[in-house]
């Protein structure tokens, strides 16, 4: 029988030792807005402000930290799409290390420039991440250079928990930490260091996860008591989108986490919006689900909650699609049909109505040639920024009192 994986409290207190002048300690800060919205204190633990932009930098430091000097001098390797391959570059720069880190050949160049400029060499392979991972791990056996793993690594995991460490210094009258969940390394680290400090001091804290609804892995996995394997879908939140949960972080959150729920496509979306806007703190798909997760009605809370916000590297061009899709969910970016007879006029009785509700056209596009057209119409798709529901379908009904046909179409 396997032995279940453990870590006691002064394995994470170690690891904040080795962190202290390389990781940032990074900000607790008051959320008014969420508070107001769950009637209950909420902060934001802005690991999207950590050095290399993640909580990846954490457990990589502190796992080549520990490596002999041998090993040090054997070099490391790594596979990544982003943030793991930031952290490892940083961590080995800063500790005189070579680094190799393989990527996807998709990986956004905003990540594979950061991965270069801290001093790591990159090399892109495989169409997949699996073919990445492959590439990476046969080099490791050719080279003799240390594999240093996403997740799946006591030493990694010892560094993510100390995330959790800082939060119970900082807000001492916490009761609930909501943390984001991929593989499992920063869920487990947080939940397990969480509860032997709680435990130490006498108190009850709940520690939730939250997973994207498209990759959600740790539902299955818990229910049937080990790891499991599923099929992922396409989702927005990459950094947390893992196939099989790691046996080591498994172990610990089925140990240490209270509860885990999964967020949509549209909830992370709208998550990623309104902590822009009214937060002033860009923060990545996979970063936010514990936002979204608040928002969505998964977590109910009561007391004092903090919230890991855990990464804040986004491709610009990323976040401009999800921009669209979150104003879009919010329902402040609407997309209506409208059939009209195709002669003068027809458009300036169409933007009268809109005007009339109050909106703005951002967009228009006009065809006579779309599918089930007759001879004598056309089709008008408008893009129009709304304030919300209520004014999306005042909009609606301003067009039909116009006696225009008009439709609710999909972005």
């Known amino acids: 029988m396997v032995k279940n994986a453990s870590l006691a409290l002064a394995e994470f207190e170690q690891a904040q030792k080795t962190l202290v002048n390389t990781a940032i300690r990074t900000p607790i800060l008051k959320s008014d807005w969420l508070s107001e919205f769950a009637a209950a204190p909420v902060f934001l633990k802005c690991e999207n402000l950590q050095r290399t932009g993640s909580f990846k930098l954490r457990g990589a430091y502190n796992k080549l930290a520990n490596l002999s000097a041998a090993d040090k001098k054997r070099g490391v390797v790594a596979a990544s799409a982003g943030n793991h391959a930031q952290g490892v570059a940083y961590a080995a720069r800063e500790l005189g ?19 270069l400029d801290f001093g790591a060499k990159v090399v892109l392979t495989g169409a997949i991440f699996d073919e990445t ?28 928990g100390t995330v959790g460490l800082e939060i119970l210094a900082d807000l001492p009258e916490v009761d609930n ?22 435990k130490s001091l006498g108190k009850k804290i709940n520690v939730m996860a939250v997973q994207a609804e498209s990759a959600a892995a740790y539902p299955p996995s818990l229910k049937a008591g080990k790891p499991v394997e599923i099929k992922i879908q396409a ?17 610990l959150i089925q140990e240490n986490i209270d509860k885990v729920v999964t967020v949509t496509e549209d909830e992370i979306a709208k998550a990623m919006v309104l902590v822009m806007e009214k937060s002033k703190l860009v923060v990545e798909a996979g970063g936010v689900v514990g936002v ?3 928002l969505a009605g998964k977590v109910k809370l009561k007391g004092t909650t903090a919230i890991i916000v855990s990464g804040g590297n986004v491709d ?11 104003l879009a969910a919010s329902d402040r970016y609407t997309n209506i049909a409208v059939m009209l007879p195709d002669r003068p006029g027809q458009l300036v009785l169409t933007a009268e109505a809109v005007a009339a509700a109050g909106a703005n056209v951002v967009e228009v596009l006009h065809t006579r040639h779309g599918n089930g057209l007759q001879i004598s119409e056309v089709e008008l798709d408008l893009s129009i920024e709304t304030r919300g529901k209520e004014h999306r379908d005042e909009v609606f009904q301003s067009l039909k009192k116009a006696g225009l046909s008009p439709r609710m179409t999909q972005d």
């Open 97 to 115: 290390i070579k680094a190799t880190i393989f990527m996807p050949i998709g990986a956004s160049l905003p990540k594979y420039q950061a991965t």
């Open 133 to 160: 991972l492959a590439s990476a791990k046969a080099f490791t056996e050719k080279s003799g250079a240390v594999f240093i793993p996403p997740f799946d690594d006591l030493e990694i995991v010892a560094g993510q």
């Open 177 to 198: 930490i909501l943390v984001c969940l991929g593989g499992g390394g920063l869920a487990a680290g947080v939940a397990t260091a969480v509860k032997l400090k709680a």
């Open 235 to 251: 989702t927005i939140a990459d950094g947390i989108a893992v196939a099989k949960p790691g046996k080591i972080p498994f172990d």
């Open 292 to 294: 979204a997760a608040v």
């Open 316 to 326: 610009p061009l990323l976040l401009q699609r999800v921009i669209r899709h979150g």
